[in-house]
């Protein structure tokens, strides 16, 4: 209705509309200033839809970071590309790609993916989204995805969760990128132990057919970026890739937030 009455008035009733538009926003930041989604702190000036402050971005990690090309291990490189790091090298992981925004050892980014697993701070989980999508664009868009697919949660651990930071990362990469997210194609049918307190050995294990692909949906030569909060041995993602590999994904990559490492990181 709005559209057509501007369509039918021209040029002068479109410029009218956004300046209002404009000033309406203008009005709401001033009544509600704009607050950093990291630690709250009032954005000042000409703050972007990232809605993180400066000094956040940066104690989250540096912009770029050298890391495994595979699995994206951070200081574990220990080849050129295509070789793998040590890490990868004695587990066959089912994906293709990791593409991590930072280390979970460092604090500050730790301390965010524990926040987005509570629903007070879904505002920080679509921020990191955000902030992933711009700092990893060049390598997400080398990787051509056709669709974005969240990692399901089983359903009773969504409930008692209450939000679902994978579901919120998926859809501000796929809004930042013009990319489909299909948040029903994946589902987890068996719940399953949480991995961060298993042994790293078990963890393959826990998760092995935790996952299926919903019939009739077509994954045919598909190309899938897959997107979690954290991963740490690839269990989750791998025993994910492999079920959608089977449904005939032709790649699938796997975006987080952080990237952890070791035997004794959870
Ligand atoms: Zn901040
Ligand atoms: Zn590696």
């Known amino acids: 209705m709005l559209d ?71 200081g574990a490189v220990d080849g050129v590309p295509p070789e793998r790091c040590w890490l990868c090298r004695k587990t066959r992981l089912k994906f293709d790609k990791v593409v991590p925004l930072g280390d979970y050892h460092v604090a500050e980014l730790h301390d965010v993916v524990l926040r987005m697993k509570r629903p007070v701070h879904e505002s920080l989980s679509a921020a990191m989204g955000r902030l992933l999508a711009r700092r990893r664009r060049q390598q997400l ?41 299909r948040r029903r194609v994946l589902w987890r049918c068996r719940n399953t132990l949480p991995q961060a307190g298993l042994p790293p050995g078990q963890r393959f294990q826990n998760v092995r057919g935790a996952f299926r692909v919903r019939s009739g949906r077509r994954l045919r030569g598909a190309r899938v970026l897959l997107v979690d909060d954290i991963l740490t041995t690839g269990a989750t993602c791998s025993e994910a890739a492999k079920v959608l590999k089977k449904a005939g994904a032709a790649m699938v990559a796997v975006a987080v937030v952080a990237r952890a490492q070791g035997p004794n990181t959870t």
């Open 141 to 181: 868009a080398e990787l051509r995805p056709d669709l974005i697919v969240p990692v399901p949660m089983y359903w009773t651990r969504r409930l008692d969760r209450g939000t679902n930071s994978p579901e919120i990362l998926a859809r501000e990469l796929g809004r930042t990128l013009g990319i489909a997210v």
């Open 4 to 74: 057509s009455l501007i369509e039918n008035n021209g040029p002068t009733a479109r410029l009218v509309y956004h300046l209002r538009r404009r000033v309406a926003a203008a009005g709401v930041d001033l009544l509600y200033p704009p607050r950093c989604a990291c630690c709250d702190s009032e954005l000042m000036g000409n703050h972007d839809e990232l809605l993180l402050c400066t000094d956040c971005c940066r104690s989250l990690g540096p912009e770029t970071r050298p890391c495994c090309p595979f699995c994206g291990a951070a």
